[in-house]
């Protein structure tokens, strides 16, 4: 878990607390773009290989891609929020 989880928060740190680096709301297209395309390849590798990449993103019901759409907006809600505090 922490694989994945680590570097995003170093690099959450990094970008927001430690830099002045400035967000603004109209970013969260890019954070929708990245999700949407890291989703689909996840979504192709696990057709393809029959081999699931995140336990609860299996891809054999309907429930992954509303998982995969709650992601998308939680990203979205957490740039807005970037963008306000930066």
């Known amino acids: ?39 689909l390849t996840t979504f192709i590798i696990t057709i393809s290989t029959g081999k699931y990449i995140y336990w609860f993103l299996p891809w054999d019901s309907m429930l992954s891609l509303y998982i995969l759409i709650g992601i998308a907006i939680f990203s979205i809600v957490v740039t807005y929020f970037a963008a306000k505090i930066s």
């Open 1 to 39: 878990m922490f694989k994945h989880s680590t570097p995003l928060i170093s690099t959450m740190i990094n970008a927001f607390i430690l830099s002045d680096m400035i967000i603004y709301v109209s970013d969260f297209w890019f954070s929708l773009i990245v999700g949407i395309a890291y989703g």
